[in-house]
């Protein structure tokens, strides 16, 4: 059973729970509850702003100041270290954790960043097991004295979402190990995934008591709380949420093994800013999102950015950096400096080099890999036997299991053969510590080695490089021991994977395979011989980097950044659909609105001069299709319109004349603009004429060879040869892969074209080129002036298409009706009732929207029912067939 905890920590926070100690300031501007007046929550109070803010200043007259601005940093662990009081007294002891990320983006933020005023606000779970009848006393201590707010959890429910899910199932396959046996890394279990998102609803629930959604900025760090997200932008849709992911994201090929892949991906769209180390994590991510999402990016500005369902997700890549006063301080240390002298004696005054290592004990370390590289160093370099040593340092490891038993069995086993090989009476090759070290010991261990060898298999970041970077740049104490003057240059080497997030931040390291033994025993003795001259200009060079990218450079520019990405939240009409794990937020400008049919209907039954404009592909008939000409369905919907004496109902594709002629050889009376319009039709039985002048196409000459070539090498892409058109699809090839050898050849085509008359355009999984000058723009304008010459100017006007194109006609049609309107020289009525349609949510100059083709047909359908129905309906009642129509896809979200 989940711990009972206090429902209104401030309460507890300021004396309300009992307890010693002033009141703390509270933790955010207390109102009405958040539930009913967070913007996005119930979308009517978007309209009454005022009235809200009223209620604001009414609950807050007694401040006279603005709040403080605040951070809630979400993670695993909280930054405190705990421990039971000893004797009969009971109770806990608590202190910030020095070592903890968590604590040090909050110092190092308010020490060099700007943000002394910031608030910091920890929610996550301790390292200890605390029993229940102790959780309202160790909230209360944390809340007051430390800005923690703990999830306790059963020993059962964590040990499933820690050591299960966590360690088992998402830490293996994020390293690229994927579980072909039980022994290597943990099947599916269904059972630890329902674990791994109760975990994270638990600490929904405990930031919902303490957040100010208006306000405050929420920071989630790492794989344990991947569908945290998902939970806080369920209740709080315009939440400004940050998550940064400090374990490698795998290739997609790895990561779509996952049973419950999209329910991740899509928790984590939900946050604003998503942080990566490294760009290939980015970039892993970004393809797993096309791949299983269909989502594509963009750079805007130097940002990538994914739009998803009209929010705008930003994607940040920038490596975590080392707290510099932590570590200066421990170099300060008297202790560290009598380690120094310490290990001096031990190694140096006995003409010893060392080779350093600091590793977590686990498989992905790689420290096996390591030893074996040493010792084909001292094989093959007998000259370094007795002189060259390596130190292990061999850190608890986090998780527990067969596989990291193994591998403490095996670095054993590997020590001892290769110190019975090569050692001597009074040396030692390798010097295993698997044994928790101080901090200033390790800083010790860092001045003093020649080398540091990290030599991970796949690693997230890994500070152990930027550590010892500082470590070796020293201080005066540290001068003083190792003997150095006052204009000693400072020198370092490192040795590093190729696999983890820190290797390309330190160009001056000589990068490895750590698969290749040879060559990281090669590395080793490069490193030894390179001259003094080289290992300080490369150490110099990696301490600018080291010192000014430090922690509260990472945290301060993703918060910057963070802060950027939710500017325009307020701005935007939000929404959730989907539910569960499936669940996001629709985000759109306040003018985009769902199409009301009962509207559309009722402005079409008192009008009598209605031009009606559809696309045919993704808006009559969905882009899936396998079949793309129409269904008898639409045939007699289409026919129903046409026969209707009001109505001028045209089909405006990018299909040639002859498809066209073939498919809607039925309607008598439609329509047809074919090839972008540059063909228009207006009755069966009249001749096509086109709406530019007539080119001539021997540009296809020189166009179509170029698409041959690309078609050969990308399989599954197809060429269309239209009559004035030619058209390259990749919609059955990889889509990474095609997308890339689109933008190939649109770049190719255009040069390659650009003395013709022609223009190159990509689109939805295609590169078309068409003559310049054409477009739905333009055979929208031309129908429009037909029926002004005519005399008649309409009075009604839907426009309906769903992708790049269309865009053209949305503008004429918006254009003429705001002419119109202002009682300017337009081809529409003054008071024309016009409705510009997009099909989806997303950016358009069309005024609504539709989701789907599906609410299209059931639109155009309840149209044709109102032009069959010859009765009058009294009272402006809508036909039963129109009706029905318009219950199923009538806009039910306030505006």
Request: proline content about 5%.
């Amino acid at each position: 059973m989940v711990s009972r905890s206090y429902s209104n920590l401030l309460e507890l926070a300021s004396g309300g729970g009992g307890g010693g100690g002033e009141p703390l300031p509270p933790l955010g501007r207390r109102r009405v509850p958040r539930v009913v007046t967070a913007s996005g929550i119930v979308p009517d109070l978007d309209a009454s702003d005022d009235d809200a803010d009223a209620a604001s200043a009414a609950s807050d007259h007694s401040s006279c100041h603005a709040p403080r601005e605040r951070v809630i940093i979400v993670a695993n662990q909280l930054p405190v270290r705990a421990s039971r009081r000893a004797g009969g007294a009971g109770g806990w002891d608590f202190a910030w954790d020095e070592d903890s990320l968590l604590l040090q983006i909050r110092d190092s933020l308010r020490a060099h960043h700007g943000r002394a005023d910031v608030e910091f606000v920890y929610v996550g779970g301790l390292r200890d097991d605390v029993p229940p009848a102790d959780h309202d006393a160790v909230a209360h201590d944390l809340l007051e004295r430390f800005r923690c707010v703990p999830t306790f959890l059963p020993a059962d429910l964590h040990s499933r979402f820690y050591h299960g899910f966590c360690k088992q199932q998402l830490w293996p396959l994020f390293h690229y190990m994927l579980p072909l046996s039980p022994e290597l890394g943990g099947r599916f279990d269904r059972l630890l995934w329902q674990a791994y998102v109760s975990v994270n609803k638990i600490f929904a629930d405990k930031i919902l008591e303490v957040i100010s959604p208006d306000e405050d900025f929420v920071w989630v760090h790492d794989y344990h709380l991947m569908v945290l997200p998902t939970f806080l932008r369920k209740r709080f849709n315009r939440v400004k949420l940050g998550f940064f992911l400090h374990s490698p994201f795998p290739s997609s090929e790895i990561y779509k093994t996952l049973p419950v892949r999209e329910e991740l991906l899509r928790s984590l769209l939900n946050a604003d800013l998503i942080g990566f180390h490294t760009f290939d994590y980015a970039r892993h991510f970004l393809s797993c999102c096309s791949r299983m999402l269909g989502l594509k990016y963009e750079s805007q500005r130097g940002y990538i950015a994914l739009e998803y369902y009209g929010r705008t997700v930003t994607i940040k890549i920038l490596p975590v950096g080392v707290h510099l006063e932590q570590l200066q301080s421990v170099l300060n240390l008297p202790e560290t400096g009598v380690k120094v002298a310490e290990l001096l004696k031990q190694f140096y005054h006995r003409n010893r080099l060392l080779l350093l290592g600091v590793d977590d004990m686990d498989i992905f370390k790689g420290i096996s890999l390591k030893l074996l590289a040493f010792e084909q160093l001292l094989m093959q370099h007998p000259e370094w036997r007795g002189r060259v040593l390596l130190v292990q340092i061999a850190n608890p490891a986090r998780g527990k299991g067969k596989d990291v038993k193994e591998v403490q069995e095996e670095s054993d086993a590997m020590v001892k053969r290769i110190n019975d090989a090569f050692g001597q009476p009074d040396y030692q090759p390798v010097i295993l510590i698997d044994k928790p070290l101080q901090f200033y010991e390790r800083m010790a261990y860092y001045v003093v080695a020649e080398c540091c060898l990290v030599t991970a298999v796949r690693d997230g970041m890994n500070l152990i490089p930027y550590e010892y970077i500082i470590a070796r740049q020293g201080n005066e104490m540290i001068d003083r021991i190792l003997g150095l003057g006052l204009s000693s240059r400072k020198k370092s080497m490192l040795v590093v994977s190729e696999f983890i997030g820190c290797s390309p931040s330190l160009s001056g390291a000589i990068r490895v395979n750590p698969w290749n033994i040879d060559s990281v025993a090669d590395a080793m003795d490069s490193a030894l011989e390179m001259p003094d001259g080289e290992k300080v200009l490369r150490h110099e060079k990696h301490h600018r980097y080291v010192s000014t990218h430090d922690v509260g450079y990472w945290a301060n520019s993703f918060l910057q950044d963070l802060e950027r990405t939710c500017l325009d939240h307020n701005r935007r009409r939000c929404w959730g659909i989907g539910f569960g794990l499936k669940f996001r937020v629709v985000a759109l400008d306040p003018n985009f609105k769902k199409l009301a049919v009962e509207n559309l209907v009722s402005a079409y039954r008192r009008t009598t001069k209605r031009i009606i404009l559809l696309d045919y592909d993704g808006t009559l008939m969905p882009q899936t299709s396998f079949g793309k000409s129409p269904t008898s369905k639409t045939i007699d919907i289409l026919n129903s319109l046409c026969r209707d004496k009001n109505n001028m109902v045209f089909l405006v594709s990018t299909k040639s004349r002859t498809t066209l002629n073939e498919w809607f050889a039925p309607c008598e009376n439609l329509g047809l603009a074919a090839e972008h319009g540059y063909f228009l039709r207006l009755r069966r039985d009249e001749e096509w004429e086109t709406c530019v002048p007539v080119i001539d196409c021997s540009w296809k000459q020189i166009a179509e060879p170029v698409m041959k070539t690309y078609t050969e090498t990308t399989d599954g892409s197809t060429i269309e040869d239209k009559e004035t058109a030619i058209v390259w699809s990749y919609e059955d090839a990889d889509p990474d892969f095609g997308s890339c050898q689109a933008k190939e050849l649109h770049d190719h085509l255009e040069s390659v074209l650009s003395n013709e008359p022609v223009s190159v355009k990509a689109g939805l999984n295609h590169v078309e080129v068409k003559p310049q000058g054409v477009s739905k723009g333009v055979v929208t304008k031309r129908i429009l002036s037909m029926m002004q010459d005519r005399g008649d100017l309409p009075d009604f006007v839907l426009c309906v298409g769903d992708d790049r194109s269309d865009e053209d006609m949305f503008e004429v049609i918006t254009t003429a009706a705001a002419a119109a309107a202002a009682r300017g020289p337009s081809s529409l009525h003054p008071e024309a009732e016009v409705f510009a349609c997009t099909v989806g949510r997303k950016p358009s100059k069309a005024k609504y929207y539709l989701d789907d083709p599906a609410d299209i047909v059931r639109l155009i359908q309840g149209l044709a029912s109102v032009s069959d129905d010859q009765a009058p309906h009294g009272g402006g009642a809508l036909p039963p067939a129109a009706a029905a129509a318009a219950a199923v896809a009538t806009d039910t979200i306030p505006r």
